[in-house]
Structures are given as C-alpha cells and as structure tokens.
C-alpha cells in the first residue's frame, strides 16, 4: 500500500517535471459561443504542476478588435494566451477587462502592457495594494511559471452600464460579494455572460475577501440575467461554461450552507480546530477543493459568526 | 489525471500522518523530531525532569491557512494533577506562547496564536512531582494566493474597544459546561519596527465567591483579539474574567451562564 503510494507520487511527479520543463500551459482557445472564446483553467489549486492555470480567461473577437476579459496568473500566461488569440484573429487586443482583484485573474496583465487595462475603480485600488503580496504568494506556489511575472496594474477605469467597444456592445454590471468589485461582463450580438468569480463551477468556492450577504444577492441578480431572452452561455471564474443557471445555483447552495455551518458551529460553542474538524455534508463531499476551500473560509469566516454569539447578536 | 494526483498526494500525507501516530508515545525521544528541541528543554524548562507523553494534547490544523490565527487546543485532562501548562513553538522568534494554571478548571484551552514558520506546537504540562510531561504537533505555514491576509483588514477597532471582554457560557448541549470569550486586544509582539510590545499578561478566572477556576498568563504570540475557549469544571453560576496588559490597563467582566 505504502509503495504504491510513493511509486504513484514518483511517477507523478516526474509526469509533472516534464510539464513544468516546457512551461507550456497548453492553453487552447474554446468557442462558446459566436466570436466568444475561452480558457478554461483547471478546477484546482495553485501549483507547480499548473503553474497558477486554475481560473477562465475569455476573448471577444469584435469587429474592430479583441476585447480580453481576465489574462491569467503570470506572465507567461498571458504571453501564451496572446499567441492562442494571434492563432483564432489577426485583430489587434482593443481592450482586457479585470473582473476582480484576485491573482488568477490578473496577473497576466504584463503581456498587454500598451493595451488599455480596464477594472472597476475599487479593483484598481485593491489591485495597488495587494498586487505585489499576491504575485510573491504566487512565485512560491507556482514557482517558475511566474517567472519575470511583474505586476500590471489597470489603466482605465470602468463603471456600471454599457460599453461600446471596437464596434461591439456590452453591458458591464458592478456587484460584490466575492470581493470588494466583481465586474460581470456581458455581450449582448452573443448573450455570453462573463461571470468572473461571482460563479464557480464544479469547484468549491474561495472566499478569502468575500461578504457572503453581498455575494448571495448579486447571485439572485446573475440568475435573472440567465431568464433574460437573449441569454445564450453562462462563463464561470472557475470551471466549465454552462448554457443553464445551475452553476449559480451550485455557488448558492455552497455559500448558504457554509454560512449557516458557521452560524451553527458558534451558537454551539464550537472551537476553531472543532469547527475544522466537521466532515462536510455528502452533497459536498466530493465537489474538488471542497475539503481545503471549507477550511480556508473557516479562517475567513467563523471569527465573525463567533464574534456575534460571544457579543450577544446571534442568539 | 490532474485531480488524481491531488487525491494520491493527500492520501500519502494522511499515511504520513497516520504513520507519526503511530510512533508518539511516552518516552525522551523528541516524536517531533525537531532541531531546536535540545534549546528548548533547557530554555523553556529549565533542564527539569520531562517524558513525551501521549495524555498531553495539542491540536491544531497541520497546515495553517492565515498563520496570524493558527488555532490551538491543549487538552491535559487525560494527565491526573495537572498544575500548570506552559505552551511554547521552537521556531517562533518568541518561543512562549502561554502559560496556564488549571484551578478548578479542567487542564484544557483554546486559543489562536502568531506563527512566523514552520514548528512545533507544545505543551509541557507540570505535575505535583516537578516532572514535565511533553505533548506537541507541527503545524506547516503557507502563504495562499487568495488566501493572504489583507493588509487592509487591519483592523483599528481595539483603539475604541481595548480590553472589551465578551464571553458565554453553554449550560445545555454537547458543550454543557463550556465559556468561551474574546477579549479585544491587538497583542503587538514589538518585533514590527516601531510598534512596541503591547499585550495582555494575565487573566484570572473565578466564580462569584472567588473561587479560583483557572489563570492564564499570556505571551506575545497570542492572536489579536484573543478568543479563549475553557471548561468551568464543576463550579456553577456566572464567571469573573479579571486581567491587565503589559501597560497596566485592566479588565474586569461577568460571564452569566
Ligand atoms: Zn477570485
């Protein structure tokens, strides 16, 4: 048993070295839906093996150019994600769109410098403060993938409403919940709906930044979205793209249960380490990440339900 | 394939895991196999009588997600006379982390302390006959892309709140007997330049009448904003929590069942 382990840890690793040696991400743009294009990142963890490809770029081919939406966890990310858009148009990159402030999401900015780099103003202002912390955490996670990864803050400022763009139209919509800016991009010629992180699929949700009031309502708001007429294809921030609202769904029944959970555990008095220790309900258990994402949000979130009860706002 | 190696990965560490089980037990050899054990025992223990010991506890996750609030249990209700538990890890750049003496109280704590590393986690629990009994588990830090600790969450509301005391006590339930309480506090070690040490030194535990229940001396290491968990043994009615910081401010609350 015991070897076999370690004979399958081995191999694995040597499988990974060989991977890791090309720094290939193997990116492969995916038609979603008409001119709109996607990365789909693994529904994993950052490390060596992946390199930091764990989130959804997209990319709309417009009549006048490329509009760019999130570019990834590194330089080479982006450099790989520019050669795989060079391989479907030979249109310019008009503009790239960071959803939100976290590191999967826009540390590939670098590739684009000289684009303009658009993000919700909070956004940029996270992106001010924490970018350097998050691209450090990352060169320890990914290792050399970050290689020459600097960071690339936006350029301009984006806000609320319509926004027309190299001769398309798309409606740009301000939530938060998943972090303090979620930016929901959605093309109106394709009825593609750029969900960001607000909407995870087929992988537990992270919550490092996340008001889980504030997220539970923007998702109320999302899946209305998905009843709208020209609703075609639903991006996620993580995992596949799906034509239905059942990811919203997905990423509603997780954050409900886990804040009830939390509720819960500091109405009975539980201890941190207690509240680690709890198996997770069987219609969680075997979603990816589901064990390592609950025990990151109890750090993130039980010391404020437990807050409540010790100062009498939760009864 | 991917999820595959992820899932080969974790097993082999609960093998690990469940491999270093099987090897604690009650003896000199140091089950935690750390460089810095020798400086330890001399330092924090002053070279007095010890065994590694099984019945001493200490529970904390094996890998710490935000190694500002490493959650810790020590649980030395299995050791019989029990008189004082100090808490310490070898690798903090302060290597005490707290020290309490069970009254009528059970020999079991709850808190969350600042780890700078990689380290053990101890507890040498002391008993009538000046013999240390030694329990510990490491704990692995790791940054985490999303998981970082905000620089922003820096949180300013011990400037309005210093000491506030709020607590429970669970009278019914699984945790019958439980009191929990969080005391406001930002516990600054003085290793950050320019900020002096700035911590609470001691808590003191009674019942209405005064009766000791436990006492708590706590060291730098300790989380801002420490929570406490305890169990009130076989006293009843509310609870006195009494204490003061390394600058003389004191605090003084009733915990009702
Ligand atoms: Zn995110």
């Keep these: 048993m015991k070897r076999h382990l370690l004979m399958g840890l081995a191999l694995l690793m040597l499988a990974g070295s060989a991977v890791a040696a090309a720094f290939d991400y193997g990116l492969k743009a995916r038609r979603v839906a008409d001119g709109v294009y996607a990365f789909i990142g693994h529904t994993e963890d950052f490390d060596t093996v992946n390199g930091g490809n764990i989130a959804n770029a997209a990319f709309i081919v417009a009549p006048g150019g490329v509009i760019v939406v999130d570019s990834g966890s590194s330089l080479r990310y982006g450099q790989q994600m520019r050669a795989a858009i060079a391989a479907v148009t030979d249109k310019p990159v008009a503009l790239v769109i960071n959803t939100h402030h976290h590191p999967d999401h826009f540390l590939g900015n670098q590739a684009f410098a000289g684009v303009p780099i658009g993000a919700l103003a909070e956004t940029r202002q996270a992106i001010a403060a924490e970018g350097d912390a998050f691209a450090e955490n990352l060169f320890r996670m990914s290792g050399d993938w970050m290689k020459g990864t600097e960071l690339q803050q936006p350029t301009r400022t984006l806000a609320a409403g319509p926004l027309e763009i190299a001769g398309r139209r798309l409606r740009l919509l301000a939530f938060d919940g998943h972090t303090g800016a979620d930016l929901v991009v959605v093309d109106e010629a394709s009825g593609v709906v750029i969900a960001g992180d607000l909407v995870f699929h087929g992988r537990a949700p992270t919550t490092p930044h996340a008001n889980v009031a504030h997220w539970l309502a923007a998702l109320d708001r999302l899946e209305a979205l998905t009843r709208e007429l020209g609703f075609k294809v639903l991006l996620p921030g993580h995992g596949e793209p799906s034509t239905s609202a059942a990811p919203i769904r997905e990423t509603r029944a997780w954050l409900v249960w886990l804040v009830d959970a939390m509720r819960q555990a500091a109405r009975d008095g539980l201890d941190m380490n207690e509240v680690l220790a709890r198996p997770l309900p069987p219609e969680f258990a075997s979603l990816p990440l589901a064990a390592s994402e609950y025990r990151r949000s109890v750090g993130h979130l039980f010391p404020a339900a437990e807050q409540d009860v010790l100062e009498g706002r939760a009864q | ?257």
């Excluded at chain 2, 099984?54 to 094996?62: F, G, K």
């Design chain 2, 1 to 257: 394939m991917k999820f595959q190696r992820t899932l080969s990965v974790s097993a082999f560490c609960a093998l690990l895991a469940a491999m270093s089980l099987a090897v604690a037990q009650t003896g000199r050899v140091d089950p935690l196999d750390s460089a810095r054990w020798g400086d330890m025992h001399h330092s924090v223990l002053a070279d007095a009588p010890f065994e590694f010991d099984d019945r001493v506890r200490v529970i904390a996750p094996t890998t710490a997600e935000n190694p500002m609030q490493v959650p810790v249990t020590v649980d030395a209700t299995a050791l019989p006379g029990v008189e004082e538990v100090l808490v310490f890890a070898d690798f903090n750049p302060i290597v005490r982390v707290l020290r309490f003496f069970p009254q009528e109280a059970p020999a079991q704590l709850g808190f969350r302390v600042k780890l700078q590393q990689s380290t053990p986690v101890r507890a040498a629990a002391r008993t009538a006959d000046g013999r240390w009994h030694v329990g510990g588990t490491w704990v692995n830090t790791v940054g985490g892309g999303c998981t970082a600790p905000s620089a922003a969450a820096a949180s300013t509301e011990w400037q309005r709140r210093l000491n506030e005391v709020s607590g429970r006590q669970w009278t019914e339930g699984p945790n019958a007997g439980r009191l929990r309480l969080r005391i406001v506090h930002p516990m600054d070690t003085g290793l950050v330049a320019g900020t002096p040490a700035f911590h609470l030194e001691e808590i003191n535990f009674t019942d209405a009448a005064g009766k000791r229940l436990m006492r708590v001396e706590t060291f730098e290491p300790v989380s801002e904003n420490p929570v406490f968990t305890l169990q009130r043994g076989a006293l009843a009615g509310p609870v006195d929590a009494r204490g003061r910081d390394n600058n003389g401010n004191a605090f003084d609350a009733r915990i009702a069942p």
